[in-house]
Antibody, heavy 120, light 113 residues
Framework: QVQLVESGGGLVKPGGSLRLSCAASGFTFSDYYMSWVRQAPGKGLEWVSYISSSSTTIYYADSVKGRFTISRDNAKNSLFLQMNSLRAEDTAVYYC?????????????WGQGTLVTVSS | DIVMTQSPDSLAVSLGERATINCKSSQSVLYSSNNKNYLAWYQQKPGQPPKVLISWASTRESGVPDRFSGSGSGTDFTLTISSLQAEDVAVYYCQQYYNTPRTFGQGTKVEIK
């Protein structure tokens, strides 16, 4: 079955950096678009970024553009999110999600999430 | 950006009764070339990640109970739970995937009356 396991979250000071990872298993990772979605404590869902199966297409939310970088390693079935210049408002649970279909769409499988806390 | 607005923000329904959640998009999410609405519904229970219930506005995902149904087209959509069960207590979100950013509604909290 599809399994997505995020790691790399933690406490970081404003202006700091963090790299999130997502280990995928149970499906052919290289066939799927992948996304990051976050959820601030007690708040709703916010789409952050997605990356196509071959990394040729990448999009970011305006709120993270220029600070976050999504990438993937298909040989290692892994998705990454490099987060720089972190702000208090980036505090959230970050979910890794698989997108349905060969050209990306809605997210049909989600990890359990990893908590990022930005605070001094 | 396409703004997704859900109503109501919360609702309390008796067990076995119908729950209806509305979602309105600021522009159409109907792709004319394939006549598909790029709209999904998710359920999120406390402490859990979201789970997709409905895709393409009305296609129930595998394993989702048939008491959940989606309807609508263009800019107006509805998620209906025909007979509310205790395990349906959750927050429900709509999301458009017509274009980027893939925006979500603010969520609707469903509780038992």
């Amino acid at each position: 079955q599809v399994q997505l396991v995020e790691s790399g979250g933690g406490l970081v000071k404003p202006g700091g950096s963090l790299r999130l990872s997502c280990a995928a298993s149970g499906f052919t990772f290289s066939d799927y678009y992948m996304s990051w979605v976050r959820q601030a404590p007690g708040k709703g869902l916010e789409w952050v970024s997605y990356i196509s199966s071959s990394s040729t297409t990448i999009y970011y939310a305006d709120s993270v553009k220029g600070r976050f970088t999504i990438s993937r390693d298909n040989a290692k079935n892994s998705l990454f999110l490099q987060m720089n210049s972190l702000r208090a408002e980036d505090t959230a649970v970050y979910y890794c999600a698989r997108d349905w279909g060969s050209s990306g769409s809605y997210s049909d499988s989600w990890g359990q999430g990893t908590l990022v806390t930005v605070s001094s | 950006d396409i703004v997704m607005t859900q109503s109501p923000d919360s609702l309390a329904v008796s067990l076995g009764e119908r729950a209806t959640i509305n979602c309105k998009s600021s522009q159409s999410v109907l792709y004319s070339s394939n006549n598909k609405n790029y709209l999904a519904w998710y359920q999120q229970k406390p402490g859990q990640p979201p789970k997709v219930l409905i895709s393409w506005a009305s296609t129930r995902e595998s394993g989702v109970p048939d008491r959940f149904s989606g309807s609508g087209s263009g800019t107006d959509f509805t998620l209906t739970i025909s007979s509310l069960q205790a395990e349906d207590v959750a927050v429900y979100y709509c999301q458009q995937y017509y274009n980027t950013p893939r925006t979500f509604g603010q969520g609707t909290k469903v509780e038992i009356k």
